[in-house]
């Protein structure tokens, strides 16, 4: 035992295996894009100096936005409450619709390949339009108002959550499922019990996040017309009225603050 | 009441796992299944319930064709067949009585089981499952809270709570240490004693092997190499099975049991 301690029997040392060229590839690539995209002669000219001297002549705008006009607070009351509406009804059937997606669109949990490639081929022909191409589409479909920026937040939402937990899913413990299949159980059984309570914390995350996103995303899609906050926001720009403008951006800020405060609460009692 | 016929199995990439194996298990029986590392323990004992499907052959279990069966026929198989892991495949995030309750699911309604609402008297089977194996006090803590041993018996409750006829345990105390594979060994074979239900275990060490093993199957490269009782297993059967002499790695206990 000693003798054996003393003289551990030990296989030849490997030789260190050569650096890999991915890294000073990846950072000369990183440089020669970032050149590419701020130079001069092939980018969009990014030059800090001109960039500080026109900064200064927002500051009028800035200073206007910094003394909001509080008489139009009652004004701002209803339509605010509208883009708060707006986005509880997105999340909700949002969220709703990602989870199913989310379990055809992760290969763990996928009814076969074709219902796998097809889920994520849609995923990501959702996700690659922004939201604001969402809302000018409903908006031509169902013309002018909430409904139309309803429906552009649920197809961004579905996007961003069915995405995300479709990669929750794939990195989950897939012992449990083989437990509940061995056990008897069919396919939506084995990822009710082996697989949901797994997702469960990250999901609420990700709903909540993208709830959070909606109250922001309603400013530009009202632009469009799709109703909320964002069409007071808009119509105030136009007439320059700042002062205006800024107690919007304060309410904005207060709000996603409260809900930045409960969704902590909700995900500490989760975890 | 287990029946393997000419049974093959070869994994994409030409592995044979299993080869031409003709094997019978009777109700009842206390079998322990050994051979090294490879040898197709895990592909026989997940064979028959069809998590690894025969690629020649055939596994009936209680009459029914596992290979043959359709996928609703294979839950029915299966819903009769409890299983038990090495790395016990336990939900860490909830209960151990909601782990428990995965045994009730082939019983339950599938809205139910959505819905996380059971019935009561499934709840039932599942803590008297948790007393069998002696942690019911531990039925509303988080799995994750146990210990390893505490772990594997939720995996025995689990499969207990199905009411199954046979159970299947694959390496169940190869992440355990020497007292509490003994103590979840000894569960196994009171279960096997108590309730009559047929017990397939896999296991590395031979002291362990010779201790429960009523009969022993031994595997070498896909094919039954033994197939006797334990006390007819000495050591020069193992190192038959084995193809090499013994070592102390074989045993679980220090000194070797031979
Ligand atoms: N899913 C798989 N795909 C391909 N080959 C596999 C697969 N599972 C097992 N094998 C191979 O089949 C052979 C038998 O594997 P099996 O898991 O049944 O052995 P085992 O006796 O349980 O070994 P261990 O004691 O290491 O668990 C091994 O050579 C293994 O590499
Ligand atoms: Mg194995």
Redesign the interface.
């Known amino acids: 035992m000693t003798a054996a301690a003393a003289t551990p029997v030990r296989s030849a040392r490997p030789a260190k295996p050569r650096p890999s060229l991915a890294v000073p590839l990846g950072v000369l690539g990183f440089l020669v894009l970032t050149y590419w995209a701020a130079s001069e002669e092939f980018g969009i000219g990014f030059d800090l100096p001109a960039i500080l001297g026109d900064l200064t002549r927002g500051a009028g705008i800035i200073g206007e936005i910094l003394r909001p006009d509080w008489t139009f607070l009652p004004a701002t009351v209803e339509p605010m409450l509208e883009t708060l509406q707006m986005a509880i009804i997105a999340s909700v059937i949002g969220c709703a619709t990602a989870l199913p997606v989310s379990f055809i669109a992760s290969r763990v949990t996928t009814p076969g390949v074709a219902a796998y490639f097809v889920g994520r081929g849609i995923l990501n022909v959702i996700r690659a339009l922004p939201d604001l191409l969402y809302a000018m589409i409903f908006v031509a479909a169902v013309s002018i108002g909430p409904l139309a920026g309803i429906l552009a937040l649920v197809f961004f939402n579905l996007g961003v959550v069915a995405k995300l937990l479709s990669e929750t899913v794939d990195g989950v413990?897939q012992?449990?499922m083989?437990?509940?299949?061995?056990?008897?159980?069919?396919r939506?059984?084995t990822i009710?019990?082996?697989v949901f309570?797994?997702i469960?914390?990250n999901y609420v995350a990700y709903s909540l996040y993208v709830f959070e996103l909606n109250v922001r995303a309603s400013t530009v899609i009202g632009i469009v017309g799709a109703g909320g906050i964002g069409n007071v926001l808009n119509a105030q720009m136009k007439f320059f009225a700042y002062e205006r403008v800024g107690v919007v951006i304060v309410e904005l800020f207060v709000l996603v603050f409260v809900i930045e405060l409960i969704s902590i609460q909700l995900r500490r009692r989760l975890v | 009441m287990i029946r393997f016929s000419r049974a093959s199995v070869t994994y994409p990439g030409g592995v044979h796992a299993l080869r031409e194996l003709d094997l019978e298990i009777g109700a009842g029986e206390m079998v322990v299944v050994v051979g090294l590392s490879g040898a197709g323990k895990s592909t026989l004992i997940r064979a028959i319930n069809g998590l690894v499907p025969l690629t020649e052959g055939e596994v009936t279990v209680e009459g029914r064709s596992v290979t043959r069966a359709t996928p609703r026929e294979l839950r029915e198989i299966r819903s009769r067949i409890g299983m038990i892991f090495q790395t016990f495949n336990l939900v860490k995030r909830t209960t151990v009585l909601n782990n428990v309750l995965m045994g009730r699911l082939h019983a339950t309604p599938t809205w139910r089981a959505l819905l996380s609402r059971y019935r009561p008297e499934d709840v039932e089977i599942a803590m008297q499952a948790l007393e069998r194996v002696g942690i019911v006090d531990k039925a509303y803590v988080r799995a994750s809270n146990l210990s390893g041993g505490q772990q594997q018996r939720v995996g025995i409750a689990r499969a207990l709570a199905q009411e199954p006829r046979i159970i299947l345990a694959d390496e169940p105390v190869a992440s355990l240490d020497p007292p509490t594979s003994h103590v979840v060994m000894r569960d196994l074979q009171r279960i096997n004693r108590e309730l009559g239900i047929t017990t397939i275990v896999n296991l590395h060490f031979l002291d362990l092997a010779r201790v429960y093993g009523e009969r022993i199957v031994g595997l070498r490269g896909g094919r039954l190499v033994y197939d006797g009782t334990g006390a007819q297993a000495d050591e020069r059967v193992f190192r038959e099975i084995y193809g090499r002499s013994l070592t102390a790695d074989d045993v679980l206990e220090a000194s070797p049991a031979a």
């Not at chain 1, 083989?178 to 069919?186: I, Q």
């Open positions: 413990d012992g449990p083989e437990a509940a299949r061995a056990a008897g159980a069919n939506a059984l009710r019990t082996g309570p797994q469960l914390p």
